[in-house]
């Protein structure tokens, strides 16, 4: 599978050496990045990504929210997701995961808060996160 990467890679740094400014190439390059778990060059592309948005994209700012949850820097996952909230308050997945990195972070009361939201609106598949950073409760 490295290898496929290595290539796809190449084609789309070689796409970017002719024509410098596209989009779809860096949305391309951000999620391939992502997929294969390198989330500090995930981060650089979905920040290109986020600078162009003229409108706040909720995807965009979840997965540069993640790749940040990864990279430990939970303060800056915790902006994304809270950002990607404001753009989207349906999101009770991002509610969740802001929630993580609260905890994440020792700020136990606001994850517990964000978790157990989650889970009332129907997000059930985060109670195992609640019962780790709540005690289930």
């Not at 989330?39 to 650089?44: F, N, R």
């Amino acid at each position: 599978r490295l290898g496929r990467f290595d290539k796809a890679l190449e084609f789309f740094q070689r796409s970017q050496r002719l024509k410098p400014v596209q989009p779809e190439i860096d949305e391309s390059l951000a999620l391939m990045y992502f997929e294969n778990n390198r989330m500090d060059s995930a981060e650089v592309y979905f920040t290109k990504l986020i600078n162009r948005d003229t409108v706040p994209n909720p995807s965009n700012l979840s997965n540069r929210a993640t790749s940040r949850y990864y990279l430990k820097d939970y303060q800056g996952a915790i902006a994304d997701y809270t950002a990607a909230l404001k753009a989207d308050p349906s999101l009770g997945n991002i509610l969740a995961q802001r929630g993580v990195c609260w905890a994440e972070m020792g700020e136990v009361e606001k994850g517990c808060l964000d978790l157990k939201g989650a889970v009332s609106a129907g997000y059930t598949q985060f109670q195992p996160e609640v019962d780790k950073y709540c005690g289930g409760k």
